[in-house]
Nanobody
Framework: QVQLVESGGELVQTGGSLRLSCAAS????????MGWFRQTPGKEREFVAA????????DYTNSVKGRFTISRDNTENTVYLQMNSLKPEDTAVYYC?????????????????WGQGTQVTVSS
């Protein structure tokens, strides 16, 4: 059974940093892009970042460019999200997901496996 498990979310002050991890098990995803999304109550899930199967191509939503970095370790079947200079508006539940394609997408419907989410709270 495919399983994605996120970790690393916690309460942090404005300007702080966190590193989220997403460990995949049940199959290998090294041929597929992976992404991070986030969601706050009452809002739709929002694209944050994506990385191609090789790690050679990344994409970010404008609000996190220059602050967040997505990376992956295909030998460990794990994807990471390094988050720096955190702001209160980054507060959300963060989800990792596996894309149907190798090159990544910002569209949630293009992702077919999802983790359970990890809460990130940035205090002002």
């Amino acid at each position: 059974q495919v399983q994605l498990v996120e970790s690393g979310g916690e309460l942090v002050q404005t300007g702080g940093s966190l590193r989220l991890s997403c460990a995949a098990s049940g199959r290998t995803f090294r041929s597929y892009a992976m992404g991070w999304f986030r969601q706050t109550p009452g809002k739709e899930r929002e694209f944050v970042a994506a990385i191609s199967w090789s790690g050679g191509s990344t994409d970010y939503t404008n609000s996190v460019k220059g602050r967040f970095t997505i990376s992956r370790d295909n030998t460990e079947n794990t994807v990471y999200l390094q988050m720096n200079s955190l702001k209160p508006e980054d507060t959300a539940v963060y989800y990792c997901a596996v894309c149907r394609y190798s090159s990544g997408s910002y569209v949630s419907h293009d992702y077919n496996y999802w983790g359970q989410g990890t809460q990130v709270t940035v205090s002002s």
